[in-house]
């Protein structure tokens, strides 16, 4: 997801940026959807705002 994410700054064709989407979609759908349920999953209820939030 990082690889595609970078190249998107040297792409100037709109048909290779879309192609691009497509493999972010799928790099997010395949790697980042599960990461985080995992992490949801495992992270005690009493820590989740400390975890998924910003804390100050």
Do not use: D, W, Y
């Amino acid at each position: 997801m990082a690889f595609v994410l970078s190249l998107f700054t040297f792409t100037k064709e709109i048909s290779l940026e879309l192609g691009l989407s497509v493999l972010l979609g799928l790099g997010a759908s395949l790697v980042g959807v599960p990461m985080q349920t995992v992490i949801q999953a495992s992270t005690p209820e009493s820590m989740r705002g400390k975890v998924f939030g910003i804390s100050k």
